[in-house]
Nanobody, 115 residues
Framework: QVQLVESGGTLVQPGGSLTLSCTGSGINFNDYTMAWFRQTLENERALVASITSTQLTNYGDSVKGRFSISRDNAKNMVFLRMNTLKPEDTAVYYC?????????WGQGTQVTISS
């Protein structure tokens, strides 16, 4: 049974920082490209950042220079470090694992940026 479990979502003031974590199980984690997506009520789910099995990273334009994705294959974990947070970063953040024809999603974690 494949599971992706996110944690770390919370309420943060504008300008603050936050790190999200995702732990995977039931997959050969090392093979998978791991990613973070986010979604609001108004917008479709959109890519925030991704990291391949060889540590190549990619970021959405709105988070470049502020967010950083990393992974720890020994612990089956992927992280999203978010700095200089803005109200428009408010969303449900989803962990995603993708390899060939297999794709899995976590249940999401709410991040709210507000004073």
């Amino acid at each position: 049974q494949v599971q992706l479990v996110e944690s770390g979502g919370t309420l943060v003031q504008p300008g603050g920082s936050l790190t999200l974590s995702c732990t995977g199980s039931g997959i050969n984690f090392n093979d998978y490209t791991m990613a973070w997506f986010r979604q609001t009520l108004e917008n479709e789910r959109a890519l925030v950042a991704s990291i391949t099995s060889t540590q190549l990273t990619n970021y959405g334009d709105s988070v470049k220079g502020r967010f950083s994705i990393s992974r720890d294959n020994a612990k089956n974990m992927v992280f999203l470090r978010m700095n200089t947070l803005k109200p428009e970063d408010t969303a449900v953040y989803y962990c995603n694992a993708n390899f060939l024809t297999s794709e899995y999603w976590g249940q999401g974690t709410q991040v709210t940026i507000s004073s």
